[in-house]
């Protein structure tokens, strides 16, 4: 075993159940499930997180809507999903967050693709961008330069959700389709640092 993984062993651990309330089939995990089949689930319908934050993906090999998974329980899909509007009642994968530190969460964002513009720092949590001096709806690239953060297509943490992390394409995500797999806009109107 490495020394990275000895240092991080326990301070990742999710347990995941095929059905809804914790019923069912379930498993536990330290460490990325790149695909929930491969272990004989056919789909997530309620987690457990009991240390570390995690990303869960709706499709296989970290594809598809991303959500946020921190401390707690996820008895059904709205759960994770939140005020998402997006239907999601399955996860497929998942992976833990391994650069989020609350404390020293750094990001910029930029007006423009490949950081150009107008430019916006980042060191707290912001439940809507524009009330605190951004000046339009959409965010075309953002450099994060420390910790993990979480994005939302709406003010108040709601819509799709963007989980943009320091030790992912160098922090770097030039155009909103770097996003996430299945980025639809550049609409950013909300985002808050990830607890760990």
């Known amino acids: 075993m490495t020394s990275e993984a000895m240092d991080t062993l326990g301070q990742y651990k999710i347990t995941v159940w095929e059905e809804e309330s914790f019923q ?10 790149p695909s929930i089949m491969e272990r004989g689930f056919r789909k997530i319908r309620s987690i457990k ?18 959500f946020i998974l921190e401390k707690g329980d996820y008895p059904r899909w709205e759960a994770w999903s939140g005020n998402s509007g ?40 912001y439940p809507s961008l524009q009330a605190m001096g951004w000046g339009n709806k959409e ?19 709601r819509g799709y959700q963007y989980v943009l992390e320091r030790d992912r394409q160098n922090g770097e995500f030039k155009k909103y389709s770097e996003y996430s797999s299945q980025a639809h806009t ?10 760990h």
């Open 139 to 157: 965010v075309a690239s953002i450099k994060v330069n420390a910790g993990a953060w979480v994005a939302y297509q709406y003010p108040g943490y």
């Open 86 to 125: 997006y239907r999601t009642e399955h996860l497929l994968s998942f992976r833990p967050i391994k650069c989020a530190n609350h404390n020293d969460s750094k990001a910029i964002l930029y007006e423009a693709e490949n950081f150009q513009g107008h430019k916006f720092e980042l060191s707290d949590d």
């Open 49 to 66: 997180v009991e240390s570390g934050p995690w990303v869960g993906f709706e499709y296989p090999e970290y594809q598809g809507q991303q």
């Open 186 to 195: 550049n609409q950013i109107q909300s985002i808050r640092r990830i607890q």
């Open 24 to 33: 069912g089939k379930r498993c536990e995990f330290l460490m990325e499930c």
